[in-house]
């Protein structure tokens, strides 16, 4: 079974806080919306918060299930209302399985680079070419909606920081809230 990962970069919009009990309940809403298309195996979750800019924000979403959209797992109700909270940036996907990142370190630095780090593999962490598909569109392993731009993601946990940042800019996120769901709890 093929194993993706959508991390998505987005920014907290002005007079909203991350502690707000509504995001948490949206974030616990969107995540039971989101295990009713899950293959059974559990997918993972993860919402960081960078460490340099605190209103970008990094969702990190490991799945099983590559043909449906991520407008196809959650409702636009949903949606309108996590566009509420925050404003999106970008969004990748990568054919790689979640739980080859370091996320559970709890703090992680990220590459977003447009070229692949030289002798990527003996960097910290995990990389992979990552394509840029629009938010709430489209199947999520590109299907019909043509290429997307290809970017390089480089993920490490903060020991590694240091090292990865040769390649490039990097930005350190701190997680803030973590879930693995398994749809057959969900339902």
Same mark, same amino acid.
């Given at each position: ?16 806080? $991350? ?76 054919? $790689? ?12 630095? $990220? ?77």
């Amino acid at each position: 079974m093929d194993c993706h990962t959508k991390i998505w970069l987005a920014t907290l919009n002005k007079g909203h806080s $991350m502690i707000e009990t509504v995001f948490s309940g949206l974030w616990a809403e969107t995540l039971v919306a989101d295990a009713s298309h899950t293959s059974g195996n559990g997918d993972h979750y993860a919402l960081f918060q960078c460490d340099e800019q605190p209103d970008l924000l990094a969702i990190i979403v490991g799945y099983h299930s590559p043909k449906t959209s991520l407008g196809e797992r959650i409702s636009e109700k949903t949606a309108a209302r996590l566009l509420e909270f925050v404003t999106h940036k970008e969004l990748y996907i990568l054919d $790689m399985n979640v739980q080859e990142l370091p996320l559970d370190s709890g703090n992680i630095a $990220m590459l977003v680079s447009e070229s692949q780090p030289g002798d990527s593999g003996s960097l910290p962490g995990r990389g992979e070419w990552g394509k840029s598909v629009p938010f709430l569109v489209g199947p999520a392993d590109g299907g019909d909606e043509g290429e997307g731009k290809r970017t390089w993601i480089h993920v490490a946990s903060s020991e590694g920081a240091d090292q990865l940042g040769q390649w490039g800019i990097i930005k350190n996120f701190s997680k803030i809230l973590e879930s693995h769901i398994d749809s057959q709890a969900a339902e």
